[in-house]
Structures are given as C-alpha cells and as structure tokens.
C-alpha cells in the first residue's frame, strides 16, 4: 500500500504495537536545553536511573542566555570582512541569578551523565533548533525530540521531530522510546512559485491564516508542492518550524537533492562509504504516489503576499495589503471574541492598514528565522539604510555562534551595525523573552519569531510576526511596509 | 504520581478560546529548577495588575478583580471548564504543574492542544473533551448556579451534576489505567527493555550513522 512520509517514519521506528492501541517509538536524536530538562534529570536521579543511551543526546542552553557582548568586542567599525573576528568570547555574563542557575544546572546535568555540551561560549553554542541540523547531529530519517514545541523544525528534512514535555524528556532519556499512538496525515500543497519578496515565513502565516491555530490538531503535516520544492532547506526549516503554531507537533517535508547537499561535510554526518550509504537509505523518505491523506489543503504560492501578523494569535495574519479584518463580520461568535480581546490588547483598530503601525522595536532572530539565509534578506533591505528615529531598539541575534561567525566573514554584521542594528550573540532572546532582551509595555515590535501571543515578547508587548525582509524594512520605514515595494537596488 | 479518584468539584468557567501555556504560565517563571511552587502564578497576566516576578511573595500583588479565578465564588474550584483549542502554544509543561498546583483537577474543552494534553495525563491532571454544546451547557449552569459543582468520574468516564443527565466523555485505555492506578510510565516502558535492545541493535546495523558520532 502507498505510504506517507509519515507513515514510513512511524513504520521505522516502531518498537512494539500494545494490545491498548499504543505503541512504542524509537527515537534516535534527543536535544537538550536548559529549561525544560531540570525536573527531568532530577526525576532520574530520584528513580536511580540512567540515561540508556548517551549519544543519542545532545545539550546547549539557549533560552536564558545574554545576547549582548561586552564593550571591547565588538566588529571593527571598517573592518575588513575577510578578518575573522572572535566569536562569542566576550558575551555578557548573566545576571539574573536565577537564570545563572538554571544553566548552571545544565552543565552540571550533562557533566553528571556525560552528554555532550556546546556550553555558553562555544562557538557551536546556539539556538538548539539551529545546531542541530547545522551540525548534522539531527538527520533525515531520524526521529528527533526535544523538550520544546518548536522541534518541529527539523521536519524540514524528512525526519520525525516532535516536541514533548519535560516527563517525555524524562521518558526518552531513560527508555530511548516514547509512547504514542499513531497521528493522522495531513497534506498542505503549495503549488507554483512565490512572488519575489515572499518567503517561506510568510507562507508559514498564511497557511496557519488559512487552517487556524488548531487546524493540524492531531496531524502530522507534511508540507509539499512547487513553491515548497523551491524554498532553501533555511526557509524548509522556517516552514516546519511553524507547523506546531497551526497546530501540529509534527511538519515534515520529503528528501531531495535540496536535502541532501545540505547535509554533506556536516560535523556528525555520516561521511565517506557511510554518506553514500546513508543517501540512499534517506531517498526513501518521501510519500508514495497516490499516498492517502487524511486531510489536504491546496494554496496557490502566486497568491501569497507577504504577511504580517495584527492580534495576538498567529492565525490572527492578514497579507500587509490588506484591511484589518472586522469581528463584526465574523461569523463564528467565540473567534469574533477573540478578535475584540485581541484589539483591546493591541491597542489597534480594524479596518486600517498595517502600515499605520510604527514598530517600537524590531526583532530578527529565533528558531524561526535566525540562519544565514535569514541575516543575508534582512541585510539586503538594510545595506546602506538607516533605522528610522521612529524605532528605539533594532535587533539581529544570530542563531548560532557558527551563524554569527558566517555572517561576518560576508560582512553583514557591519551592514546591520551601519544601519544602526545591534548585533548581538545568539540566544532565543525576545522571541520569548527569558533572558533581558524584552519589550516594554504597549510597545509594538516587527518580530520574526513565531508567536505573537500576549505577553510573549515581555510584559503588555505587541508582536507582529513578519519575515527578516519585512523586518528590516519595516525599522527602516519606521511603519510596516510591503516588501516588494521596498526592495533595495543598492 | 497520586491516583487519580473521582471527586465532586467546584467549577470556574473560563471563557476563552485558544488559550496558549504562554497565559497559563508565563516564561519568567520557567526559570526554576522545580516542579511545584507555580500554582501563584497560574494565569499570572490575567490574575494580577503587575508584572510578576519569580519567587516573589504574591499575596500582595494588585489583583484584577474582574478575572474570573479572583472571584470569590470560584474560590477552591478543581475543574475549569473553557473553549477551543487550551493549552496551545509552547510545550512547557509547567503548565500543567501549575493548573495542579492551584488545586484543579480536570479541565474540560472543546478540544485540547496535543502537547498540552499529553503532558496533562504524565501529572495526573485530566483533561475531557466535551462537544461545543455541552460546554456551553456547562457555561451556563456556572451563570445561573452559584455553587456550580461537578463530578467528575474517569472510572466510569462520565460527569455527573444534579438534576441532568450524566454526560459521557472519552479516555484512552492506557492513559486512563496509568492515571487510576498513578502509574509511572517510564517503569512500564522498561518492562518492554528487550524489545527496545532488540530494535536499537537492528537499527544500529541497518543506519549506523546514528549511532556513536555525539561523544
């Protein structure tokens, strides 16, 4: 019978089907952070359990961390590009006693059980939906989890990669298994190819647009079609990012050729005889033709403009040429009131345009958008701007120190810092705002994170979630503009 | 884990949709190290008129007195009932740590977000799935009912309230048996050892590239 990506996966890695409709998965890559693995690790120690298999463990502390870097270190103003400047070496050092405590407590899980670290200040350190694929630690055909719903990242390249709990973190660190029953499939096909301008950010927005913030509950997506093909495995990896801000834990897309260049020369991917066999085992991973999805959605990839979210759901998206929608005109009477609330919140009205909307801050970094692909679009509409007035701070947190090291040597910090952005050292940083990178009240922020829920960006904040062009465009403009309409000749 | 009994509990309705782990508990107190202790800073935005601190001693906090767990007919309650789609968002399982912490012990939706979900059964918290109507039967009885209270069977799987029919809801087998029996589910997973051994050696000849690289 034709299978899905999905069922494949699944099939895969199935350990035992129990009589009571679950079964157990093998999972093959676990990566670590700081904040939802303490409890678990102490779990273990409380069970007198070990790990069951260390390497398939991997550790970097990313949400508390500073992304500031102390005086001194920072690029030459001129400097040429080809100087490869240190790292991360002088990040800040925390202050917040109880962040410093957790990520303390971290390394000390890790030096405890001898999993491997990129600690603070290594400059493989990052965001842990970045270095994983950076470097090659998560595969195609692997199942992958981590103590975070944006695990769904690493979908991008055709494996199982799925968030959990900090109880599941525990589970899988003593079981190597987690115990599941079977999701169903769901196919969203993006057919022919995007405008200029439009990216794979926005098609995240206007797909969770479309279906809503529940609508891939109890899926797994799998995201197909031209304008998917088309995309980078950066912007493949933006796409599946979001699959769980649509509702589901896990989004996925096939193994091609765009896959398999990506991962040549990776740190811990397989090289030599092992490479060639392993291509091969990864081709597999596709869905058969003529494959059943449970359900399937269609969008038209010409159709989409670049997006910008206004409320304080990621469904809450409307295209940046269009009107604030109304919840007068909204038929469904629990989502109008949601809407209302939302307004109240953000302080705005329907019926105007976003472009009336001046952000406070701007935000280009998180999970979602903070690889190389990234910095280049955002450094693109920046190069020989400047940061409107209008804007008190602008932002670029690389996603990993390795990011952070390329975007150097091609010069683009010193196009960000010209402009009048900060360059900062990589963290998650204001995407959810655990370290002292926050939004005041009422502030309203371009951001490129992934979640513009209330309070998500600091307390009263507003976000916007856009992609790093429509970012750097709107700190630019001083108000949110359309992209297309802006795109630098310089 | 405790096993989970029946109980007959107060009900607070919560009347919003979509609502993300970000409101349930916001990230400044995922800071700590520990399981317990969140139960203050349930709905920490909505509950109070500051900006909450980790640690800090809430009992003299400004609290939003229109918020419906301020009020004090709701207090003590152990079943919220609210709309579509709770639990959204981040896979933070401090949230369900502080749902308990606060004293509930069911939650009852339209429908559930899948992590959340999950990691409400891993703490003995039980979330129910009810149609959209009997929510909104549920929502009124706490409007025209002052003591509004439910009982809240997962042996037989039904709620029961006075006067009205008992509504029936859905549970997973296994679920349902870890919960009643307060069963660990890593010490069940470990029994099936052999067949993970068996699977992980298989796996290691078939895709050896997995294993033994991280080091």
């Known amino acids: 019978?034709?299978?899905?990506?999905?069922?494949?996966?699944?099939?895969?890695?199935?350990?035992?089907?129990?009589?009571?409709?679950?079964?157990?998965?093998?999972?093959?890559?676990?990566?670590?952070?700081?904040?939802?693995?303490?409890?678990?690790?102490?779990?273990?120690?409380?069970?007198?359990?070990?790990?069951w298999r260390i390497d398939a463990n991997i550790a970097t502390p990313d949400h508390n961390v500073p992304t500031t870097i102390e005086a001194g270190d920072e690029p030459d103003s001129g400097g040429a590009s080809s100087v490869s400047k240190p790292a991360i070496s002088k990040r800040s050092e925390i202050t917040d006693p109880i962040s410093k405590i957790q990520v303390q407590t971290l390394d000390d899980n890790c030096e405890e059980f001898g999993i491997v670290e990129f600690k603070v200040n290594d400059t493989r350190q990052g965001i842990v939906h970045v270095i994983g694929p950076e470097q090659g630690a998560t595969l195609p055909g692997m199942t992958i989890v981590c103590g975070d719903s944006h695990t769904s990242t690493h979908g991008a390249y055709g494996s199982l990669a799925q968030g959990i709990g900090t109880s599941e973190v525990e589970h899988v660190l003593a079981t190597q298994c987690l115990i599941q029953k079977k999701m169903k499939n769901m196919l969203i096909k993006v057919d022919g190819k995007l405008q200029s301008g439009v990216t794979a950010k926005d098609v995240a927005l206007a797909i969770i647009g479309r279906i809503g913030t529940a609508g891939g509950t109890g899926h797994a997506i799998e995201f197909a079609g031209e304008a998917i093909e088309g995309l980078s495995m950066e912007g493949r990896m933006t796409l599946c990012n979001m699959a769980i801000?649509?509702?589901?834990?896990?989004?996925?897309?096939?193994?091609?050729?765009?896959?398999?260049?990506?991962?040549?020369?990776?740190?811990?991917?397989?090289?030599?005889?092992?490479?060639?066999?392993?291509?091969?085992?990864?081709?597999e991973f596709k869905s058969d033709e003529g494959a059943h999805f449970d359900k399937v959605i269609h969008l038209e990839g010409s159709g989409i403009a670049p997006q910008v979210s206004w409320g304080t759901s990621p469904e809450m998206v409307i295209g940046i040429d269009e009107l604030l929608p109304d919840p007068e005109t909204e038929s469904d009477p629990v989502k109008a009131d949601g809407m209302r609330r939302a307004y109240t919140y953000m302080g705005m009205e329907p019926g105007k345009k976003m472009s009336d909307v001046v952000p406070d801050r701007v935000f280009i970094g998180s999970c979602t958008n903070s690889r190389i692909e990234d910095l280049r679009a955002a450094a693109e509409i920046a190069k020989d701007q400047k940061v409107s007035d209008k804007v008190t701070q602008a932002m670029v947190v690389p996603g990993s120190g390795l990011v952070k090291k390329q975007a150097e040597e091609e010069g683009l910090d010193q196009v960000?810092?010209?402009?009048?952005?900060?360059?900062?050292?990589?963290?998650?940083?204001?995407?959810?705002?655990?370290?002292?990178?926050?939004?005041?009240?009422?502030?309203?922020?371009?951001?490129?994170?992934?979640?513009?829920?209330?309070?998500?960006?600091?307390?009263?904040?507003?976000?916007?979630?856009?992609?790093?062009?429509?970012?750097?465009?709107a700190a630019i403009a001083g108000h949110f503009v359309d992209v297309r309409e802006v795109a630098n000749d310089e | 884990m405790n096993k989970f009994e029946s109980f007959d509990g107060l009900v607070a309705p919560l009347d919003r949709a979509n609502v993300d782990t970000d409101q349930i508990i916001p990230k400044q107190f995922l800071k700590s190290i520990k399981r317990t202790g969140f139960g203050p800073n349930l709905f920490d935005e909505w509950r109070y008129e500051d900006e909450g601190q980790p640690g800090q001693d809430?009992?003299?906090?400004?609290?939003?007195?229109?918020?419906?767990?301020?009020?004090p007919r709701y207090k003590g309650a152990e079943v919220l009932i609210t709309r579509r789609n709770f639990g959204c968002g981040s896979s933070r399982e401090h949230a369900p740590w502080s749902l308990l912490d606060f004293g509930?012990?069911?939650?009852?939706?339209?429908?559930?977000?899948?992590?959340?979900?999950?990691?409400?059964?891993?703490?003995?918290?039980?979330?129910?799935?009810?149609?959209?109507?009997?929510v909104e039967v549920l929502f009124q009885a706490t409007k025209s009912e002052e003591d509004f209270s439910l009982t809240v069977n997962l042996e037989g799987q039904v709620i029961s309230r006075k006067g009205a029919e008992d509504i029936p809801f859905e549970v997973d087998e296994f679920r349902k048996y870890c919960l009643i029996n307060g069963l660990d589910d890593i010490g069940l997973t470990l029994k099936d050892a052999d067949a993970i051994k068996a699977f992980e050696s298989q796996s290691r000849q078939q895709s050896p590239w997995m294993f033994d690289v991280i080091k």
């Not at chain 1, 350990?15 to 093959?28: F, Q």
């Not at chain 1, 020369?265 to 291509?279: F, M």
């Not at chain 1, 926050?438 to 979630?465: D, K, P, V």
């Open chain 2, 104 to 134: 509930f012990k069911a939650v009852i939706a339209p429908s559930f977000a899948d992590i959340f979900f999950n990691n409400c059964f891993k703490n003995g918290l039980l979330p129910i799935v009810l149609s959209e109507e009997n």
């Open chain 2, 58 to 71: 809430c009992s003299n906090r400004p609290i939003n007195t229109d918020f419906i767990l301020n009020q």
């Open chain 1, 1 to 51: 019978m034709a299978k899905t990506l999905y069922d494949k996966l699944w099939q895969a890695h199935l350990v035992k089907e129990r009589d009571d409709g679950t079964a157990l998965i093998y999972i093959d890559r676990h990566l670590i952070h700081e904040v939802t693995s303490p409890q678990a690790f102490e779990g273990l120690r409380l069970a007198g359990r070990k790990p």
């Open chain 1, 245 to 283: 801000e649509g509702g589901a834990r896990s989004g996925m897309i096939a193994v091609d050729d765009v896959t398999i260049d990506y991962f040549k020369g990776r740190s811990y991917a397989p090289k030599g005889d092992l490479w060639t066999q392993s291509v091969a085992a990864w081709r």
């Open chain 1, 416 to 473: 960000f810092i010209d402009a009048g952005f900060e360059w900062r050292a990589p963290g998650c940083s204001m995407c959810l705002a655990m370290n002292a990178d926050r939004l005041g009240e009422g502030e309203h922020c371009a951001s490129t994170s992934n979640r513009n829920f209330e309070g998500r960006q600091g307390y009263g904040g507003r976000t916007h979630l856009v992609s790093p062009a429509m970012a750097a465009a």
